[in-house]
């Protein structure tokens, strides 16, 4: 039997996002298709200004009815703005 190990990460935040219309929210502004998220698969995706240019690039990952954003904390309030 392997030993568990794991390391927390102090660079990386999570922003949990919730409601019913949350799935058609992050499609219109991610730059990857959110439909192929599930529980078992999380997908990398960015955040671009209308013309294009990058803004942030984070993971994203569903769990139960909510979804997280999982990027870099120091990020993360300038992307909550944005959201």
């Known amino acids: 039997m392997q030993d568990s190990h794991y390391v927390q990460l102090t660079n990386r935040g999570i922003i949990s996002l919730t409601g019913s219309d949350t799935l058609a929210f992050l499609q219109g502004i991610v730059t990857n298709d959110v439909n192929f998220l599930s ?5 990398f995706s960015t955040l671009l200004t209308p013309q294009g240019k990058y803004l942030v690039d984070f993971f994203i990952f569903k ?14 309030l300038d992307l909550i703005r944005r959201l």
């Open 39 to 43: 529980e078992k698969k999380a997908m």
């Open 63 to 76: 769990l139960v009815s909510a979804y997280y954003i999982y990027c870099k904390i120091n990020r993360i």
